[in-house]
């Protein structure tokens, strides 16, 4: 075997030292970039050679466990794709910009997470992945100067690269590489230096390269700036039900619709509805004429489980459910035009009538399964209701599920569970036949496989299937098509429209897509004008969801639409991602690991942060993997001081010294230039967007803003304003010009970021109509006419502060009941709060309500704040009850009716206060509550016997005539000024006292 390389190139030691390891003989030879694009290059034998050299070492030093083969994948896409890159701009910058090493640092600290954890990269055990990794950081673990800026906060980096680098092998392939970790350090491939981790190039930098543009390209910038507004086709005009328009592009979007048994994690916010609302929002801003729905999955063994779980009916768990998926949803901003849910009449009528409709095309066949049954329940059991003990070797866990186990994670057959039982009744259940409808799918395979084959084809070259999407039916479509149940033995979801099949309903599977359409019912009562071909218009469908989605909608939807054989709509395009993962695990809704849609709320960074963050890292071709110090490094870099910056310093620039009048531009060659460099990223934002690549849509938008800064360094219109009258003129037109590309920005980050262009749109003083764009010759326009007044700058973005995220990472580690556990164990171990501390967290507390109902009017998501509020005060209450009650015995007699009296005559005063303040009763009962708790202490107080009294306070007749004359008063005066029950009534309760007290004396006496 030989290695072709170029000389100090560090891909190459990964490839000598997996020799080395795998004791390979390697023959070392120098080679140029005129053969192969990429060094170095691994040549097997005349038959095989490797280009890539992660692809290289796996082959050298293959993962000899297959459990851990996937993860070490990952592994090496990710040094690939952004650890390389990120390290080689790192070692080739002259000078490093604070955006790249920010996100250097960010990548080094995940490293050092992972092996905290353990031994190697993946576990215990070396693999390709250590190699790929510890070669790339081989110059930053050796060079001091490099090791002090980036590897100070990483010991677990540095333990784990002393350990390989002592191991002989490794000793071996460094000396024969003899490369040097001074550098200078030669590029792996003939384009030069590879994009790093960060979404757009860093400004400014010494190696950005002038980019040349054709006269062709100067002409079209020319002749858009001038006539682009005009060009710009007619606003669509706003339908109060939105159908089909002729002679306009008629785009129907959903996403996948979202199960209802738990909360949405942000996998699956990104790999659906997010997705699709970004993708919706674009197709607004084109002026197509497009409709976005989505609902809940609400049928099926899920629901029935979780509702036995909460002790609730399957209709109750739904409730429950959609109201929290509506409001996590209305938090990121996702604009359904409507979002419905499953369990509804016109799903029903819909999948009987598509059911009947494929039995009477001979679809539909009855054959008979064997399930499980409890005699005791008289019910057959689906596999999530079937408990037992795990048959897998080595586990034994007593309550796995008929479908799996949680505790070795492995799937399970129901009917192998070692003393199954009801998980209704802990009954044994037995194996009885049941008679099953099924869909005849072989039956339906050749009409699917050439609609497949014709809709993935085109669709491939135009981009309409993405990548997961087309591997995804692919390996369905592989092997022959069977015949698959479409009911079972269930009573929460659509009945059988069968008198044979009373007690069954449809597999979720058959009816959830069908609930596309019944939401496209309740939305738009002629569901059959979007789901149905009609030669007045054309309607292209687009439908967004991860990859374990696709094969029901390419292959078990679409052949249920063959088989009905009404000319309902075939899926266009299918936009599917990979899997997101969290920090060094995966996201799970079952085990509840990762941030959910609940928790992202509380952590008080904006909902256009996470959007922006999760579409950055949308798993497009690849996994991708959440970390909280990459979010934090995303939007200090990239939304602060690339976009928010630019977006800032030019709005200023034109409020400070043109009083916000726009001034007039005397454009230049130069201008025209930067305009046709910022239409590339315009075209490339339009033709990413339509063909669902969201990610690198982004990126151009960010590169507008890049080039935008540059243009601000390079003319300088801070000097050019104080200079001649000719120099006045060229700033004048930088500041215009820096405007109008923050107009273009606020309309390309509608999708992306909707409060943010909201906000940069009123700073700009611009509506929605004004600010679109022309999918058929996307480019820099006008959007601002000559003279016009902007209003006032303001920021878009805050700076995240790195301790701020770790605490967020230290609180969402582990699973959901893992934090809850700590939290319970701390609250219990921990003191209880002073009444001085839980004063301050109610003050805290209520200033959060005040902000979050400033905010917004949606009671789901302003109730979980006002809930914790009123728990403080409950609290605080307490706590000042209980300060009460315990210097009851103090020799200083601080809770003698006089300290009392004086407390409760403040507390008045203070519910007086907020009660004309406001006529929020969640914000001033907590304080009557106090008032009531004091006043009951005093009353308590004043009852007590002869004996407990000091000699200075015995109750005689005449005090307490007296005093019961002073009530008698306080409360005809309180009844005078109010007719509020709970303010005079504790009062007349201490009048009662006082009287029955006077009473008791004076029948001893």
Request: charged letters at 25%; one cysteine or more; hydrophobic letters at 40%.
């Amino acid at each position: 075997m030989k290695i072709y390389t170029n000389d100090n190139n560090t891909a190459t030691l990964k490839l000598l030292i997996a020799a080395n390891l795998a004791g390979k003989k390697i023959e070392l030879k120098k080679a140029t970039f005129e053969g192969p694009k990429a060094l170095p290059l691994l040549e097997v034998d005349d038959q095989l050679s490797f280009f890539s050299s992660n692809a290289a070492v796996q082959y050298l030093f293959p993962v000899l466990d297959l459990s851990q083969n996937g993860q070490c994948q990952q592994m090496q896409e990710w040094e690939a794709t952004r650890l390389q890159p990120t390290t080689a701009a790192v070692l080739m910058s002259k000078s490093v910009a604070s955006d790249l090493k920010q996100a250097m640092n960010s990548l080094l600290l995940m490293v050092d997470g992972l092996l905290k954890k353990h031994k190697y990269i993946i576990g215990d055990k070396l693999s390709a992945a250590d190699i790929s990794i510890w070669s790339t950081l081989y110059p930053l673990c050796h060079n001091k100067d490099y090791q002090k800026q980036y590897l100070a906060e990483c010991p677990n980096i540095m333990r784990w690269a002393d350990e390989l680098g002592s191991a002989k092998a490794i000793q071996e392939a460094v000396q024969q590489w003899g490369g040097s970790v001074q550098g200078p350090f030669a590029p792996t491939s003939a384009l030069g230096i590879p994009q790093f981790t960060n979404m757009v190039s860093p400004v400014g930098t010494p190696e950005s390269q002038e980019i040349s543009v054709t006269t062709e390209e100067i002409e079209a910038a020319k002749e858009n700036w001038i006539n682009g507004v005009k060009n710009l086709q007619e606003p669509l005009k706003k339908q109060d039900v939105i159908l089909p328009v002729k002679g306009r592009r008629n785009v129907l979007i959903t996403s996948a619709l979202p199960y209802v048994n738990n909360v949405p994690h942000l996998g699956n916010i990104i790999g659906c509805v997010l997705s699709a609302d970004i993708f919706a929002r674009y197709c607004r801003l084109c002026d197509y004429n497009s409709l976005f729905i989505c609902g809940t999955d609400e049928y099926g063994t899920a629901t029935e489980t979780k509702a036995l779980e909460e002790g609730v009916t399957p209709r109750e768990i739904c409730d429950k459910y959609h109201t929290i998926h509506e409001a996590v949803y209305r938090w990121f901003d996702i604009g359904f035009d409507y979002f419905g849910r499953t369990s509804t009449p016109e799903q029903t009528e819909i999948a009987q009538k598509m059911f009947l409709k494929l039995m009477d095309n001979g679809f539909i066949s009855k054959q008979s399964v064997d399930q499980q049954f409890c005699e005791r329940c008289q019910r057959f059991l689906a596999d999530r209701f079937v408990e037992g003990t795990c048959p897998h070797a080595g586990c034994g866990y007593e309550d796995a599920r008929g479908d799996q186990c949680d505790a070795c994670g492995r799937l399970v057959n129901a009917a192998d569970l070692v003393r199954p039982r009801c998980k209704l009744c802990a009954a044994p259940p037995a194996l009885r036949a049941s008679e099953q409808m099924f869909l005849e799918l072989g039956q339906l395979e050749p009409a699917l496989r050439a609609w497949a084959a014709g809709a993935a084809g085109a669709a491939g070259a135009a981009g309409g299937w993405s990548g997961p999407a087309r591997a995804a039916s692919r390996a369905w479509l592989r092997e022959a098509l069977r015949a698959r149940a479409v009911t079972r033995d269930l009573r929460w979801g659509v009945p059988v429209p069968l008198p044979a099949c009373r007690d069954k309903v449809f597999y979720v599977w058959f009816d959830a897509p069908i609930g596309y359409l019944s939401i496209t019912q309740c939305a738009t009562g002629q569901y059959e004008k979007w789901w149905k071909k009609n030669k007045d218009y054309d309607v292209k469908l687009y439908q967004f969801m991860a990859k374990d989605n696709v094969p029901f909608h390419v292959v078990m939807f679409p052949a249920t639409v063959i088989g009905v054989n009404e000319g309902h709509l075939l899926v266009d395009h299918v936009f599917a991602t990979e899997y997101l993962n969290y920090e060094d695990g995966k996201f799970s809704k079952s085990r509840g690991v990762g941030v959910f849609g609940t928790d992202a709320q509380e952590t008080g960074i904006p909902s256009d942060v996470w959007r922006f963050y999760l579409t950055s890292i949308r798993p497009e071709t690849s996994d991708s993997s959440f970390s909280w110090a990459e979010l934090g490094t995303r939007n200090n870099s990239e939304l602060l001081n690339n976009l928010g910056n630019f977006c800032h310093r030019s709005l200023s620039f034109c409020a400070n010294t043109f009083k916000g009048v726009l001034p007039d531009a005397q454009l230049a060659a130069a201008d025209y230039e930067l305009f046709a460099l910022v239409n590339r990223e315009v075209a490339g934002f339009v033709q990413h967007m339509e063909k669902g690549r969201l990610r690198e849509a982004l990126r151009c938008v960010l590169s507008v803003s890049r080039l935008g800064n540059q243009h601000m360094q390079s003319s300088q219109p801070w000097v050019l304003l104080r200079g001649d009258e000719q120099d006045k003129a060229r700033g004048a037109t930088a500041v215009c010009v820096c405007c109008q590309l923050v107009a273009l920005l606020a309309a390309l980050l509608a999708p992306f970021v909707p409060r943010a262009a909201a906000r940069l749109r009123d700073q700009l003083r611009l509506t929605p109509d004004q600010l679109r764009i022309n999918p058929e010759k996307p480019s820099l326009i006008q959007y601002l006419p000559p003279g016009h007044v902007i209003g006032k700058p303001e920021p878009l973005f805050a700076k995240l502060e790195p301790e701020m995220l770790e605490k967020l990472k230290a609180k969402y580690a582990g699973t959901q009941s893992e934090r809850a556990k700590k939290q319970n164990g701390a609250s219990k171990g921990a003191a209880p709060a002073s009444a001085a501390e839980l004063e301050a967290a109610v003050a805290a507390q209520a200033d959060k309500v005040r902000q979050i109902k400033s905010s917004t009017k949606d009671k789901a998501v302003v109730q979980p704040a006002v809930d914790k509020l009123l728990a403080l005060k409950k609290q605080l209450a307490a706590a000042q009850a209980q300060g009460a009650r315990g210097a009851q015995g103090a020799p200083t007699g601080a809770n003698d009716v006089a300290s009392l009296e004086k407390a409760i005559a403040e507390q008045g005063e203070k519910v007086r206060q907020l009660k004309a303040s406001t006529k929020d009763k969640s914000v001033w009962q907590p304080e009557v509550n106090i008032l009531l708790a004091l006043k009951k202490q005093l009353a308590d107080a004043q009852a007590q016997p002869e004996a407990a009294q000091s000699a200075a306070s015995v109750a005689s007749v005449a005090s307490l005539e007296k005093s019961i004359a002073e009530q008698g008063e306080k409360v005809r005066q309180l009844k005078a000024s109010t007719k509020d029950k709970s303010v005079w009534q504790p009062e007349v309760n201490v009048l009662l006292d006082l009287k029955k007290q006077l009473a008791a004396l004076q029948v001893k006496q």
